[in-house]
């Protein structure tokens, strides 16, 4: 069946500092794979998809097939990052499957 | 946002009683999903449409129905609420050329 993982409920980093949020998933076949985010207040929204490769207010994430992983970077946090992030897979009709979502708190 | 509206926004029900919520889009989009979030699970997919009057069932679609006679509207009924049914329920919907997910503002049920 597939899943997603994330193993971490709640990361805490210091403002400047480098962020990288785990993804990992089990899925048979080329995976198309997405990160959402939801801020306070604020409805659930893509942050970006692995198809386009692009950076996304500074965050990155490559899809790494060997190791199965989809990880969030970004170099230097800042405390607008504050948020709910959430991986996710597409499987058929455009279904997603979520991971349970890591809370992400920037310090000052 | 897109044109997404989730009503009722907040609802105190009793266990065993009905429940429905609705879902309405102006985006004239082919699929709409629901979702419910609930902690430690994040969100698991309850049932789908993917056009008017088809629907499926998702991961965790027990004690749920939908229904969809109008490509706005996507009703989620709890035909006897549980307390097991207490979470944040969340309406989307999707188009047919991206994958992109659009997500509504959310109904918070809490079953007593």
């Known amino acids: 069946a597939q899943r997603v993982t994330q193993p971490e409920k709640l990361l805490s980093v210091f403002k400047g500092a480098p962020v990288e949020l785990k993804c990992n998933y089990s899925?048979?076949?080329?995976?198309?794979l997405f990160w959402y985010v939801q801020y306070s207040r604020q409805r659930l929204q893509l942050l970006l998809r692995h198809i386009s490769r692009e950076s996304i207010k500074g965050f990155t994430a490559d899809l790494n097939k060997g190791e199965t992983s989809f990880h969030l970077k970004k170099p230097f946090a800042q405390e607008e990052d504050s948020a709910m992030y959430y991986c996710?897979?597409?499987?058929?009709?455009?279904?997603?499957?979520f991971g349970q979502g890591t809370r992400l708190t920037i310090n000052p | 946002d897109a044109g997404i509206t989730q009503s009722p926004r907040h609802k105190v029900t009793e266990t065993g009683t009905p429940v429905t919520l609705r879902c309405h889009q102006t985006?004239?989009?082919?699929?709409m999903y629901w979702y419910r979030q609930d902690p430690g699970h994040g969100l698991r997919l309850i049932h789908y449409?993917?056009?008017?009057?088809?629907?499926d069932k998702g991961e965790v679609s027990d004690g749920y129905s939908v229904s969809r006679s109008k490509t706005e509207d996507f009703l989620l009924t709890l035909e006897s609420a549980t307390s097991s049914q207490t979470s944040v329920y969340f309406c989307?919907?999707?188009?047919?050329?991206?994958?992109?997910?659009?997500f509504g503002p959310g109904t918070r049920l809490t079953v007593t």
């Open positions: 985006e004239n989009h082919r699929y």
């Open positions: 449409s993917y056009g008017v009057k088809d629907t």
């Open positions: 996710a897979l597409i499987q058929g009709a455009q279904k997603l499957v």
């Open positions: 899925y048979s076949g080329s995976p198309e």
């Open positions: 989307a919907i999707s188009d047919y050329s991206g994958y992109e997910q659009y």
